[in-house]
């Protein structure tokens, strides 16, 4: 099937600093993002969905970003806190489908 | 803590073995997940229960076979593993199944090792 991915598999930034993950997806007909947290030993949670008649959607410190022209989605946290190192992953769907992930992205905050 | 709840957390078992995974939502989510998860892999899809009813199977090998008894609960049978089978079997469900856009919600897991 098409895949959804990431530009850059890890990701180092100062606590305080905004982090920006970036992912590209190649299915025209998905219409609904998701970005995921998972942590060591944990399963993925949810961080932020957005749908494709949007292109903006703001939460929590969390912003996602959609431009279904270049098919890319961005998930930026604001003020990085050590406790937003994880793998981050992207995951699109078109409706009738299954959820698809991409690759992942591993966020290290340093102090 | 999630609204997910997997058991067991670990699970060692021998090839000949027969296990079960359980997982439990009570958030009366219609739609239940079985996904298996590789390290530093994306999780993926094996199976898909919308209102109690297999919808999708990835392509599973038999040795796993999955139960919906109810609207709340799914089970995942094991029998005659690989060792290749260890991974990290993660548990979802979600408001609608497929047709719909809604988030999945997962539980921690259960860390399966074959030996």
């Known amino acids: 099937g098409e895949s959804v991915g990431l530009h850059l598999p890890t990701l180092s930034v100062q606590e305080g600093d905004n982090s920006i993950i970036n992912c590209a997806y190649s299915n025209s007909a998905s219409d609904y993002f998701i970005w995921y947290k998972q942590e060591s030993g944990k399963g993925p949670q949810f961080i932020i969905d957005i749908r494709s008649n949007m292109d903006k959607r703001q939460g929590q410190r969390v912003t996602v970003l959609l431009n279904k022209t270049v098919k890319h989605l961005s998930l930026q946290i604001a003020a990085t806190q050590p406790g937003d190192s994880a793998v981050y992953f992207c995951?699109?769907?078109?409706?009738?489908?299954?959820?698809?992930f991409g690759k992942g992205t591993s966020l290290l905050v340093t102090p | 803590d999630t609204e997910v709840t997997q058991t067991p957390k670990h699970l060692v078992m021998g090839m000949t073995n027969k296990k079960s995974l359980k997982c439990e939502q009570h958030m009366g989510h219609r739609a239940m997940y079985w996904y298996k998860q590789k390290a530093k892999k994306p999780p993926e899809l094996m199976f898909v229960?919308?209102?109690?009813?297999?919808?999708i199977n990835e392509s599973v090998p038999s040795r796993f076979s999955p139960e919906c008894p109810n609207s709340s609960l799914l089970n995942l049978h094991l029998h005659a593993l690989q060792p290749e089978d260890s991974a990290l079997y993660l548990c979802?469900?979600?408001?609608?199944?497929?047709?719909?856009?809604?988030?999945?919600?997962f539980g921690n897991g259960t860390r399966l090792t074959v030996t």
């Open positions: 229960y919308s209102y109690e009813k297999l919808s």
């Open positions: 979802a469900s979600s408001q609608e199944s497929t047709g719909g856009n809604s988030p999945l919600h």
């Open positions: 995951a699109e769907k078109a409706t009738g489908y299954a959820l698809n």
